[in-house]
Every structure is written in structure tokens, then in C-alpha cells.
């Protein structure tokens, strides 16, 4: 058997490994959603904790299928977002506490890897942005404050950084700004329920629908400006021949 096709065998077995593991991701996606909707608290326990180390093997196995580098902090981030389900899940106030840590070191992850990818490049698009996610998050946090308690400083401090990955998301395409504006929206949700508001029809069914739907598209958002980078890089390196317009590839001794 040649190199080559040695090679293809082997990219092959990952790229069906990353690919069942998306399955896995989906199958485990939508049997944690009906459980909320079928009020099946065992099965909503149970499938909670394995979401994301999931999109964390898919991320990981897909890059390493497209001979790319997953960002080194992408794992990180939705393994610590696991860690607060986890937290979350226990229902008390320093597991609440605890939970909002996870999430908020997952969110300095985030901003991170956006802007080593070149979020903020454009000045003015990133202050626009910045500008109009300050006001929300101002007019947020201002109506929930009364309401919050003893909560009040850790939600805004939390807020403010899950503020910045939506900011900074933004900045890298529309499918890793629409993963940060519904990343907002989830923990949104989770404020209101806080502060006691009047609650949506399905609540809960809506603020992991848009928590899974968000790590989702940031994590391939990522992934696909590390493909886009990696080949505007290549056809950089690769001239093209005056004559013939063919990639002309550098011939070593």
C-alpha cells in the first residue's frame, strides 16, 4: 500500500470518526431537549454533562481530519462550559456561584481565540459592535438589577464577558456572531428566571436550545476561519507561473 493511499485510509477513519461524533452531538442534543419538553428529569440529568465534551471530540477530530490544528483553547472552552452544566445542575447558590466561574473561564477562552484570529482588525465594525452590545448589555443589566439580590454583582460581572465573546464573535463571521448573539440570548433567559420574571412558554426547553445552538456555531465558526486562514496562507505561498496560470510549487534538493 502507498503512502498516499495510506494517508487517504487514514484521513477517511477520522473524518467518519468526526462525523459520527456530530451524530452523537445531535442524537444527545435532541434527547436532552425532549426530555425538558417531556419533563423527564433522569434523562435531562443524564444527557446534560455529555454535550459538549462531545462537540469538544467532534471539534478536535474534524480539524485533525482536515490535517488542521484545532485552536489549542477550543476543547478548553467547551470542556469548562461542561463543567458548568454540571454546576448548574446541582441547584444551590455556590454551585450556581461555581458554575457561573466554569462558564465565565470558557468565555475568556473565547474572546482569546477570537481575537489571536484577527476579530478586532477591522477598528470600526469592532466598535460599532462593541457599541451596540454595550447598550444592550446597559439596558440589561440596569432592568434585571433590582431584581437580582445578592446576585446582582456576579451576574453583571458575568454578563459584561459573555458580552465580549459576543462582541469579539462578531468579528470572525456571521456564524460564529450569530453563536456569541445566542450565547447572549441563553444566559439572558437564565437572568430573567433569577430575577423572577414572568417566564416564556418552555422556558428552559428555550435556554438550551440556544446554549447548544451557540456552542455549536462558535466552535465550526472557528473552525472554518482556521480553514479560510489556512488557505488564503497556502495560495500566498504558492506563485503562479507567468505563462500557464498553474500554482507553481517550490521544488527542493
Known sequence: ?????????????RLRSATGLLTGFAATSAAHLGAILTESPVLRHATKPALM?????HSVTAATAAA?????????????????D??????NDPAFLAGMGSFAAAHVCYVTMFVQRGALTDRR???????????????MVGQLWPDLGGLRVPVAGYSLLLTSTAVTSAGLGWRTG???????LSDTLIATKLAKWRELPGHQFWIMATYILAQYLLSTGLLKALREEDSATGAAARPTGPATGWSARPVTA
Do not use: D, H, N
Open 1 to 13: 500500500m502507498s503512502i498516499r493511499t495510506t494517508t487517504r485510509a487514514v484521513m477517511g477513519g
Open 125 to 139: 465594525r469592532a466598535a460599532v459592535v462593541a457599541v451596540a452590545y454595550a447598550t444592550a448589555w446597559a439596558a
Open 53 to 57: 465534551p462531545l462537540l469538544a471530540a
Open 178 to 184: 450569530l453563536g456569541g448573539a445566542l450565547f447572549l
Open 86 to 91: 454540571v454546576l448548574l445542575q446541582l441547584g
Open 68 to 84: 488542521q490544528e484545532a485552536p489549542k483553547l477550543l476543547a478548553p472552552a467547551l470542556l469548562l462550559s461542561a463543567g458548568g
